[in-house]
């Protein structure tokens, strides 16, 4: 079994470390693939988390946006060692890189699943997480799934990977695709899928200054990542990349604090695995106060400051 280790600008992404430990349960020789700059740098702690072998290569040409690259070399190597299953994360870049791996091998691909019983069965939830269902792997090997974020929790058992240097494979008249600019879209503090506290909002903000009160709050409280509801990225109070639910990120923090958010089953799917959840809202009907662990029912503008004044006042933030 291998698995598909994301690598980001601080380093190896924690979801490689959660595949390893769930591809350890299912025993075998495990290997990890890493692509890009820096790749290398990843091996001992994948060696840590249960990797034999990384199959590693910190080629520029890698990390080309399209990923065409990144999949045409992982597609050589399947071919030449023929693992059973491949499992990656859920991110942008493993989305690509497996839908384009399952159009040149056929195999199967399999998107947010939440667990691997066997290597031919995967298990995921649907009907808005209120159904869970096992699904057989069938076709050409290796079954290629995606795992959804935070599914295992990671664990380190020691131990040391053998490195494998890849060699890069480009695809017959490739042309590479340029990258002109990035926007930096200002965010601050860990990323929804690492963050122990999300704070996140929706159309009870009323407006994109609504989510200063959130920041704020982030702020006080410390290495917390603020997340939205569908219907506020939709209103482009904040980006995509903050959506929580169905169509966007699933977070599983251990304290999740929803401020007018309605709890829409689209959205709850997307944070309903969260240890803790907070809500406040002014609609004491709202659904998510029936998810909740704590609910609170008032003015939020009136509610959020109050709560971001008593943190700083315990946290001295």
Do not use: C
């Amino acid at each position: 079994m291998w698995i598909w280790a994301d690598l980001t600008s601080d380093g190896l992404a924690s979801s490689a470390l959660e595949l390893l430990t769930k591809a350890r349960e299912l025993g075998g020789e495990i290997g990890a693939v890493a692509f890009g700059p820096r790749a290398t740098d990843a091996v001992a702690a994948l060696g840590e988390h249960g990797a034999i072998r990384v199959y590693a290569s910190d080629d520029d040409r890698l990390e080309e946006p399209t990923s065409r690259v990144a999949a045409h070399t992982l597609v050589a190597l399947i071919a030449r060692d023929s693992p059973d299953v491949v499992l990656f994360p859920s991110s942008y870049r493993a989305r690509d890189v497996a839908g384009r791996v399952q159009a040149l091998t056929g195999s199967t691909v399999m998107a947010n699943a939440v667990d691997l019983p066997t290597i031919d069965r995967a298990r995921a939830e649907i009907l808005g997480g209120t159904t869970v269902v096992d699904v057989d792997l069938a076709g050409p090997r290796p079954h290629l799934v995606l795992m959804r974020p935070r599914s295992f929790e990671p664990a380190a058992v020691g131990g040391t990977a053998e490195v494998v240097i890849v060699d890069v494979v480009e695809p017959a008249g490739f042309v590479s695709a340029s990258v002109l600019s990035r926007t930096d879209p200002g965010a601050t503090g860990p990323s929804l899928d690492d963050a122990k506290v999300v704070v996140a909002g929706g159309r009870g903000l009323g407006g994109p200054e609504g989510f200063r009160l959130l920041e704020e709050l982030a702020g006080a409280i410390g290495d917390t990542a603020i997340g939205a509801s569908r219907a506020a990225v939709d209103a482009g109070w904040v980006p995509y990349a903050l959506q929580i639910g169905q169509t966007g990120a699933t977070v599983k923090p251990e304290v999740y604090l929803a401020a007018g958010i309605s709890g829409a089953l689209q959205h709850a799917v997307g944070m309903k695995g969260s240890r803790r959840i907070v809500a406040i809202t002014k609609d004491p009907e709202a659904p998510i106060l029936k998810m909740a662990d704590l609910g609170v029912v008032g003015d939020l503008f009136q509610v959020l400051p109050a709560l971001t004044e008593e943190v700083r006042r315990r946290t001295g933030r």
